[in-house]
């Protein structure tokens, strides 16, 4: 194929051998949230580039070389979503959802960064994700957490771990940014140029660096959780208490920031040692700044971000989506009759059996060819009509799996009883 016919890099195509574990997946993720009171909120896959840069901050890995920017034809600056919040921010404000009011919402969909494509980490990805807002206790981030060790558990995962840091008031990050750039700057030729970087713009995300020369610097830096003010170390203490008492195990790790600026207090994190380097399945906090930030009242806000397709990665890797899309049966129609016929009969059987997983034969094509079809589709089983069956109202069943059990030709006026007792 031209070159030019291709996907972009970093982008995929889920192709239909793909989709269902996608679909296993998403569908837990609508059902799970669901049932904790979340209701979802669609927002553009384009916003403008200002939300972002205000709310995701000037010196994050993302606003500074990840962004999809563009113009359009007028001159405005739009951004490709590269993350979920700041969407959800916007439409709250706009739509004035925050005033006097508790939301809890949750999102699914596509973001993009421009990063180096690798195992897990793609420029067009899917995350999914909840947002709460007008909650300020603890509780609601230990309900948090506790949706995202539910999801894990319906989807059959196994050693994940989870991570949860607090970050403080604004005032107490702020007290020790300080401290940390002092810290830093006494060692400056031990940081590497990523770091140096960071120093005076956003020292905290030195913390978080993976190269290894820097390792023994970061572990004797100054702790985080030695600065923080009384109200969080209280609320922090509260989540503990909480996780303790739903049974939710965690690590606490000072070394933990979050790559976005709009976090304060809890940040955590869901991490697998089962995907190699791209680990981190879910990271989220609380963001109590973020709706004042970009403009409307201090509402206290908490959520999370999943990355799906570090999911699907492990769905796939384990076999844990047991479930099957493939058709019941697939409808063989040979002869002119029958293709006429064929198409009633199968609405038929659609109104009556709402499960049911019916593939018609379309293009005719030879008997053989037909029935050769009907294998490649996965069907359990073939419906034949044809001339006879025709005349005869009648339609014979192959078994196209089960090399025990024999075709048969029955009534087509017993056909609804027959997918009852023994397709569904
Ligand atoms: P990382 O450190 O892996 O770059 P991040 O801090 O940039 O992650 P967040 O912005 O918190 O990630 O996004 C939440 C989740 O979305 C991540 O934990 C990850 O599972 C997923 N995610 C982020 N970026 C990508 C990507 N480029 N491709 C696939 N999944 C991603
Ligand atoms: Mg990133």
Redesign the pocket.
Known sequence: MAKNLQSVRGMRDILPEQSSSWQFIENIARELFNSYGYKELRTPIIESTELFKRSIGDATDIVEKEMYTFEDRNGDSLTLRP?GTAGCVRAGMQHGLFHNQQQRIWYIGPMF?H?RPQK????G?Y?AGIETYGIEGPEIDAEVIAIAARFWKKLGFKNVRLEINSLGSNEARQAYRDVLIKYFSKHEELLDEDSKRRLHKNPLRILDTKNPKMKDLVSNAPDLLDYLDDESKEHFEGLKQRLDGMGIAYQVNSRLV???DYYNRTVFEWITEELGA?G????GGRYDGLVKQLGGRATPACGF???I??LQLLVEEQGLDQSNNNPHAYFVLSGKEAELAGLTIAEGLRDTHEQFRLLVNGGSGSFKSQLKRADNSGAEYAFILGENEVTDKTITIKPLRNKQKEQQTIAQADLDEYISNNLL
Do not use: K, V
Not at 120 to 123: E, M
Not at 280 to 283: E, L, R, S, W
């Open positions: 993350e960064r990063e897990g980490r793609y420029r990805f995350q979050r790559g976005i791209q981190t399945i879910c990271a971000g999943i990355g397709d570090r």
